[in-house]
């Protein structure tokens, strides 16, 4: 399976993901903005997983507190940890089609890989 479709099919409507086929076509269409809008969307899945990370936080004194069975809880950890491998991996085969492109300079070393 292509990783577009696995990527469109694991995401969830409550975590933020990249826009990959959006980049995929920015990166054919206008490669000079690809570098800013990639550095944007990377910012507002940041954003995402601090807000979904700030709220399970907030909620695990509760369930402590409570005794409440923690499956839920780590249902929800697990899901956003996969969210989180889902975009990372996004990211590198991202760069790596930038990369391809002939005369572009690659942007791996200013994201820090």
Request: hydrophobic share 45%; glycine share 6%; with cysteine.
């Amino acid at each position: 399976m292509k990783f577009g479709k696995l990527f469109r099919q694991e995401q969830r409507d409550d975590w933020t993901f990249l826009e990959y086929k959006r980049l995929k076509k920015l990166l054919r269409e206008r490669p000079d903005d690809f570098p800013a809008e990639l550095s944007a969307q990377i910012g507002a899945v940041n954003a995402g997983f601090m807000r979904a990370e700030a709220r399970l936080l907030c909620a695990l004194p509760s369930l402590a507190a409570a005794g409440r069975d923690a499956s839920i809880f780590l249902l929800e950890v697990r899901e956003l940890y996969r969210s989180t491998v889902l975009n990372y991996i996004a990211c590198l085969k991202i760069l790596k089609k930038h990369e391809k492109i002939p005369g572009v300079r690659p942007l791996r070393p200013q994201v820090g890989w």
